[in-house]
C-alpha cells in the first residue's frame, strides 16, 4: 500500500490550496485518513484534519472555518482545501491512512505561505 501526497506549493496569506493524499496497491479502502503537518523547526507532527470512510471529519482548532477535509467517492483519495491561510500553516503536510488496522504513511508536501 502506497500513499502518495500531492498539490503543495507556495501560496500568499489569505490564499487557498488544496492537498490530495491518493491511496494505492489497496484492495480496500481506508477506514480512516488524517492529514498532519510538520512546521519549520518542529520536532512535532500536528494533527490538522480528518475524515472517516463515512465522512466524518474532525479538525485541529487551528484549522476549523478554513480547512475542509473530503474524499472522492471511491474514498481513495482525500483531500485538503486551506483556505485564508497563515503564515503558521507552512509546514510539511503528510497523510496517513488506517487499512483494517494497520496504519500506512505517505511522503509529504511541502507548503509555504508568504506574507
Known amino acids: 500500500v502506497q500513499l502518495q501526497a500531492s498539490g503543495g506549493g507556495l501560496v500568499q496569506v489569505g490564499g487557498s490550496l488544496r492537498l490530495s493524499c491518493t491511496v494505492s496497491?489497496?484492495?480496500?479502502?481506508?477506514?480512516?485518513m488524517v492529514w498532519y503537518r510538520q512546521a519549520p523547526g518542529s520536532q512535532q507532527r500536528e494533527f490538522v484534519a480528518s475524515i472517516t470512510d463515512s465522512d466524518k471529519t474532525d479538525y485541529a482548532e487551528s484549522a476549523k472555518g478554513r480547512f475542509t477535509a473530503s474524499s472522492d467517492v471511491a474514498k481513495l483519495t482525500m483531500f485538503l482545501h486551506m483556505e485564508n491561510m497563515r503564515v503558521e500553516d507552512t509546514a510539511v503536510y503528510s497523510c496517513?491512512?488506517?487499512?483494517?488496522?494497520?496504519?500506512?504513511w505517505g511522503k509529504g508536501t511541502q507548503v509555504t505561505v508568504s506574507s
Open positions: 496517513a491512512a488506517s487499512i483494517r488496522r494497520t496504519t500506512y
Open positions: 496497491g489497496s484492495m480496500m479502502s481506508p477506514d480512516l
